[in-house]
């Protein structure tokens, strides 16, 4: 399967899954960039804020595609 924002957000949601409560997680960057292994660190509490919008993706600062993507926090 081709690494894309929506593959790397399904592995992450299944790792978050696996861990209750407010732990910090460590989750891959869901930038476009090929190759990015990136991990990112947040709260369960940030996790979830992301996943309540389909269209906001976890993503390593400076990993942003400016022409197509905007930085919410």
């Known amino acids: 399967m081709p690494r894309t924002p929506a593959t790397v957000r399904t592995v992450n949601a299944g790792y978050a899954a696996g861990h209750p409560g407010d732990a910090?997680?460590?989750?891959?960057?869901?930038?476009?960039?090929?190759?990015?292994?990136?991990?990112?660190?947040?709260?369960?509490?940030?996790?979830?804020?992301?996943?309540?919008?389909?269209?906001?993706?976890?993503?390593?600062?400076?990993?942003?595609?400016d022409e197509a993507e905007r930085v919410v926090q």
């Open 24 to 65: 910090v997680l460590h989750v891959i960057c869901e930038c476009g960039r090929p190759g990015c292994n990136a991990v990112v660190a947040l709260t369960r509490t940030a996790y979830a804020a992301v996943r309540d919008n389909p269209r906001t993706f976890v993503v390593v600062e400076g990993h942003e595609i």
